[in-house]
């Protein structure tokens, strides 16, 4: 089992930028593939990005696409998302997760192995 915290939500205007990181702890990191979902109020926990363990293969929400980075850096242990042009319906408890299989799609919550306990993002007008 990996641990993971995240950090670096907060409060930011329509427009503005944030960076989220996910530090892990307790295995290999660069181990597991990587991702990145959110969780709005009401809603279900959805895909926004994920990085292979080498960090060279990137995949986004169409969503996100254009406005969102996904990084790692192996030696620190860490996985961050740059979010830039932020929207209000970006607004989210944003969740880091870790896949240790190579098998099952990196789209789907259920093929993660390990989750951090969600940083809030709140996009203001």
């Known amino acids: 089992q990996v641990q993971l915290v995240e950090s670096g939500g907060g409060w930011v205007q329509a427009g503005g930028s944030l960076r989220l990181s996910c530090t892990a702890s307790g295995r290999t990191f660069s181990n597991y593939a990587m991702g990145w979902f959110r969780q709005a109020p009401g809603k279900e926990r959805e895909f926004v990005a994920a990085i292979s363990r080498s960090g060279g293969g990137l995949y986004y929400a169409d969503s996100v696409k254009g406005r969102f980075t996904i990084s790692r850096d192996n030696a620190e242990n860490t996985v961050y998302l740059q979010m830039n042009s932020l929207n209000i319906e970006d607004t989210a408890v944003y969740y880091c997760?870790?896949?240790?299989?190579?098998?099952?799609?990196?789209?789907?919550?259920?093929?993660?192995?390990?989750w951090g306990q969600g940083t809030q993002v709140t996009v203001a007008s």
């Open positions: 997760a870790a896949k240790y299989s190579y098998s099952g799609s990196r789209y789907f919550t259920s093929t993660y192995d390990d």
